[in-house]
């Protein structure tokens, strides 16, 4: 399931293959992904243009046409985003490919269907419509702007994490893992952590998701074992979301 730091990686994609080329032909083969968008006006407004730039938010990712306007990308539960060259074969499940006049194409490949491949006439706006909070990694996201935004909170750590109107970027398994590197209970009350708790739990989301090497995804399966002191996960439910928890470091 792409989060952050998978989102990130898509960026890269784009940027270092897909940027100040040509579109010569957009090729839609499941418009479902495109919502109420239809493929022929979609098409239209991609062919002929560069993508000149790429910008990531939350688990968005939005790149600039040259003639005005924005591609945007939500990669749901399964999506991808890769450059292929002319002569490699089409990846599984491509819904969109977009052929460059010089060499290769992007593909945009989704098995399940969940996620939207659109046009948007302004970035700013199209965050403010999909109502996404700020980045989780955005520079000006620093811990005073994080206490503002989860301050009051009524509701468990994991959720609230979780909540893309209040963070954007963090899904179920990053949730868990900023969660134990913090050491807190993901079923803890958000406005009952410490004021300790909570900066700890800043400073981890920041790290987990700039590192993106975080120690528990390995473990989160069945029998998994805590990477910290070797004892059994505890798998349950909280917001009506599977979360993987240490008893032992994080007391849950
Ligand atoms: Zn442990």
């Known amino acids: 399931m792409p989060e952050l730091p998978d989102v990130e990686g898509f960026k890269r994609e784009l940027a270092g293959n897909a940027l100040r ?25 991609l062919r002929g243009a560069k993508l000149v730039a790429v910008h990531r938010h939350g688990k968005h990712l939005m790149a ?3 003639h005005g306007g924005w591609l945007t990308l939500h990669f749901g539960l399964s999506g991808a985003l890769q450059f292929v060259p002319s002569r490699a074969e089409e990846p599984p499940f491509t819904r ?11 593909a945009y490949t989704n098995k399940r269907m969940i996620g939207r491949v659109g046009l948007a006439a302004d970035a700013a706006d199209f965050i403010v419509e999909e109502k996404l909070g700020p980045d989780a990694l955005d520079r000006l996201f620093d811990f005073a702007a994080f206490k503002a935004a989860v301050r009051g909170v009524k509701r468990d750590a994991k959720s609230v994490l979780m909540d893309q109107e209040i963070i954007a970027g963090i899904g179920n398994i990053y949730s868990d893992e ?9 079923a803890a009350r958000m406005d009952r952590l410490a004021p300790a708790e909570l900066r700890r739990l800043f400073r981890k989301m920041r790290a987990v998701l700039e590192t993106s090497a975080g120690l528990l995804l390995p473990e989160r399966r069945k029998g998994g074992r805590c990477p910290r002191c070797r004892s059994l996960l505890k798998v349950f439910k909280v917001g009506g979301r599977t979360a993987y928890c240490c008893r032992r470091c994080q007391g849950c």
């Open 96 to 106: 969109v490919r977009l052929d460059f006049a010089d060499d290769g194409g992007l």
């Open 178 to 186: 900023i969660l134990f590197q913090a050491r807190i209970n993901p």
């Open 21 to 45: 080329k040509t579109i010569a032909r957009v090729e839609v083969s499941d418009a479902r992904i495109l919502g109420k968008l239809s493929a022929r006006t979609f098409a239209s407004r």
């Open 64 to 66: 600039r046409m040259d």
